[in-house]
């Protein structure tokens, strides 16, 4: 990784140190120039339109580029087959499952009362994040000697998964199935780990729990239905399982370790930030824009020295020096994302 990013610095540093030198070179002997031509300067003067027109004309193609991107960017197309849908639909199916478990009958007795009435407004994420002192009532419940067999915290992250939004505290009637999720609640997902409640409960410390979970209590259709569901989440990787602690211990795995994380970073690759390819030639667009054409206007509207005129041919030859040197870098790159 360290030999990739260097190996980027260099290719991209090299350019730009060849662009500085240059643009220095051009200014120290257009200045010698016109100090020892004293016609120079009118020719240079009768450069201003052809510069001007040149870095207009390019700062115009890149700006209706880089319009593009954002509205493209802004409406993504995401077609059916893509990883991202597949990760929304496996999501989906995930919490169905979680909202067939959560409605059972596998809990102590007292845990939903508990939960659902004496803290209804109180998250999972709450509790996890506790030590920020934003939520008295989560120190509440971790101060609260009631165990329950300690499978509260399982049923509170459970309904963390039925929710679109870390400001929910309670669950509908009918759980929503959005065509994306919120980056919010996905990130909420990931930081805590939703959902490898399932392995560790049922898979790491089932012989703890076991008498507390009694999972053979989910009526037989939820069962059955599950299953389906868990088959559409991953044909391959659930395909010989049956309804048991081993089953539901590896669907939690999965989805915590695959699923979220995929999700999330789809998330990463979609938002507002540009790309290097996009700050790439947004650089560009500014410096044609200042140097090859506001600065050369105001050379001739307010006959500024020609020290102006200098700096602004130099650094635009410079600038469509690294341009060149540095193009195909930043496209094959850009590609291969």
Not at 98 to 110: A, D, F, G, R, T
Not at 230 to 250: C, R
Not at 252 to 276: A, C, F, W
Not at 282 to 302: D, E, S
């Amino acid at each position: 990784m360290r030999k990739k990013t260097f190996h980027k610095e260099l290719i991209v540093s090299i350019p730009l140190l060849c662009s500085g030198l240059l643009c220095i070179g051009l200014i120290y002997l257009l200045w010698e120039k016109s100090d020892q031509i004293l016609s120079y300067n009118e020719q240079l003067s009768n450069l201003t339109t052809v510069l001007i027109g040149i870095s207009g004309f390019l700062a115009t193609i890149i700006m209706i580029y880089l319009a593009a991107v954002a509205v493209i960017q802004k409406k993504p197309k995401i077609t059916e087959n893509s990883d991202f849908r597949k990760a929304t639909q496996k999501m989906h199916d995930f919490r169905s499952i979680i909202e067939l478990l959560v409605q059972s009958k596998m809990w102590l007795p007292e845990v939903r009362e508990y939960i659902d009435e004496e803290f209804e407004d109180l998250s999972f994420f709450e509790v996890k994040e506790f030590y920020k002192g934003k939520s008295k009532l989560a120190i509440e419940f971790l101060q609260e000697n009631k165990s329950l067999a300690d499978t509260k915290n399982l049923y509170l992250e459970m309904k963390s998964l039925l929710m679109t939004s870390p400001k929910d505290k309670k669950i509908v009637a009918n759980i929503s199935f959005p065509k994306y999720y919120s980056k919010d609640i996905v990130e909420k997902w990931l930081e805590h780990k939703s959902g490898a409640g399932l392995w560790y409960y049922f898979g790491y410390k089932f012989g703890t729990y076991k008498d507390a979970l009694n999972i053979e209590a989910v009526y037989e259709r939820h069962q059955n239905k599950i299953m389906t569901l868990a088959n559409t989440i991953d044909s391959t990787i659930f395909e010989d399982s049956s309804f048991n602690e081993v089953f539901l211990s590896k669907l939690g795995e999965y989805m915590s370790k695959d699923v979220i994380p995929m999700l999330h970073n789809d998330q990463e690759t979609r938002k507002g930030s540009m790309s290097e390819l996009m700050q790439y030639f947004y650089c560009i667009f500014i410096m044609l824009t200042v140097f090859g054409v506001l600065f050369p206007l105001l050379y001739l509207l307010l006959n500024l020295p020609i020290l102006v005129l200098i700096v602004s041919i130099s650094l635009v030859v410079s600038c469509l020096f690294f341009l060149t040197t540095t193009f195909y870098y930043f496209l094959t790159s850009e590609l291969k994302k």
